[in-house]
C-alpha cells in the first residue's frame, strides 16, 4: 500500500497567538493641564466664561451623554455640581487620572470655570467649530 503524504508528515504545532499592543496616550495617568491652565486656550476660556452650559455640554458629549441635558442642568445648581462631578470622574477613569469623587466634587464647587475648562482641554473639546459654520444637532 502507498501511504498518502499527510500521513507521513509530523503534526504541526498550533500558531502562537496573537500579540495584542495597547499604545498608551501620551496624557494617560495625568491632566492634560493643570486645574489653572485655563489660559493655555484664551479663546477656549473666554467661550467657557460667557457661555459655560455650552461648554459643559460639549464635555457631555464628547463623552457620548447628552450634551443638551449636561448644559442645561449646568444651569441647575444642585444638579450641576452632581452631574458634572459624574463626568468628570468618567474622564479620570477613560484616562486612567488618579483622583476621587470628593477631589472631582470639590474642584467642580470651588473652581466650575477652571474644572469644565480642564475637562474640555482634556477631551479635546477645544476644537470649538467657528460662529460661521455650522454646528450639528443631536
Avoid at 508528515?9 to 496624557?27: C, D, F, G, M, R
Avoid at 443638551?68 to 455640581?81: E, K, Q, S, T, W
Avoid at 468618567?90 to 470655570?113: A, H, M, Q, S
Wanted: some cysteine.
Amino acid at each position: 500500500m502507498v501511504q498518502d503524504e499527510t500521513e507521513s508528515q509530523p503534526p504541526q504545532p498550533a500558531p502562537p497567538p496573537p500579540v495584542i499592543v495597547k499604545v498608551a496616550s501620551e496624557y494617560e495617568g495625568e491632566w492634560k493641564h493643570g486645574i489653572c491652565g485655563c489660559f493655555n486656550n484664551c479663546g477656549l476660556c473666554l467661550y467657557a466664561y460667557f457661555c459655560p452650559c455650552i461648554v459643559a455640554g460639549q464635555n457631555a458629549a464628547a463623552m457620548g451623554e447628552s450634551c443638551v441635558a449636561y448644559g442645561c442642568l449646568f444651569l441647575v445648581p444642585v444638579c450641576n455640581i452632581i452631574f458634572n462631578t459624574t463626568l468628570r470622574g468618567k474622564i479620570r477613569e477613560k484616562y486612567r487620572i488618579p483622583g476621587t469623587t470628593y477631589n472631582d466634587c470639590c474642584i467642580f464647587t470651588w473652581c466650575t470655570l477652571c474644572s469644565v475648562i480642564q475637562s474640555a482641554q482634556q477631551l479635546k473639546v477645544d476644537t470649538i467649530a467657528p460662529m460661521d459654520e455650522k454646528m450639528p444637532r443631536d
